[in-house]
């Protein structure tokens, strides 16, 4: 099985990926919910650092430093420089503290400082703005952003005709890698049927608020 098909069994099993009818904060009603927040065990998230890991090794992505910001990218970011050191690839990390202290070490980047290209480690983009506060803090060092790694991509358009994900992506000249997409998970409903009551559900959603195919 591919490991993104694998990564979406995982968050149903983990009760991170639920159907039903949800309103998001668009005021749209899904029929699908997805909170990273409930990777929120030491057995969860060491699985879940492997699936980052192996989304940015699929991605090729020519890469020096990891960043998380805070907070939701604080653990994702330090987890996965670990299942990456596994795998055999040792990148150094850093992550950042939402206000700069001005004792001590000083500044708001904890961890490696920040140099060459840096991947951006975080759950999902809703509005860009991590992304944004996180570019600009690394340009601020110096440094290249060089992509985003999401958990999810729920490839729904935003205001105007680009997702969330093609806005950041148009922004900042720099991909966007996701563990698994949209069109992942429809896939994956195709081929369960214990899960087939969802498919038209999750299709019709799709074609409403959908963008128009993958990046």
Do not use: W
């Not at 996701?178 to 049927?193: K, P, Q």
């Amino acid at each position: 099985m591919d490991f993104r098909q694998e990564f979406i069994e995982f968050a149903l099993e983990q009760d991170v990926l639920r159907f039903g009818e949800f309103k998001t904060k668009a005021g749209r009603l899904s029929p699908y919910f997805f909170n990273a927040g409930l990777f929120n065990d030491g057995a969860a998230l060491d699985r879940l650092s492997q699936f980052y890991a192996k989304a940015i090794l699929a991605s090729g992505l020519a890469v020096d430093t990891l960043f998380g910001p805070a907070y939701k990218g604080i653990p994702l970011v330090a987890v996965s420089a670990l299942a990456l050191a596994r795998a055999g690839r040792n990148l150094p990390f850093s992550f950042n503290r939402k206000e700069a202290k001005d004792h001590g070490e000083g500044g708001s980047i904890i961890g490696a400082p920040l140099a060459g290209r840096v991947l951006i480690i975080d759950d999902v983009i809703s509005a860009g703005t991590s992304v944004r506060e996180s570019v600009e803090l690394i340009r601020a060092a110096g440094a290249t952003p060089c992509g985003v790694v999401i958990a999810l991509d729920r490839m729904e358009r935003g205001r105007g005709h680009l997702s969330a994900t093609q806005e950041v992506e148009r922004d900042f000249a720099i991909p966007v890698v996701a563990v698994a997409t949209l069109d992942d998970l429809m896939a994956f409903l195709r081929e369960r049927s214990d899960f087939k009551e969802h498919q038209s559900a999750v299709t019709l959603y799709r074609q409403e608020y959908g963008i128009a195919s993958a990046h």
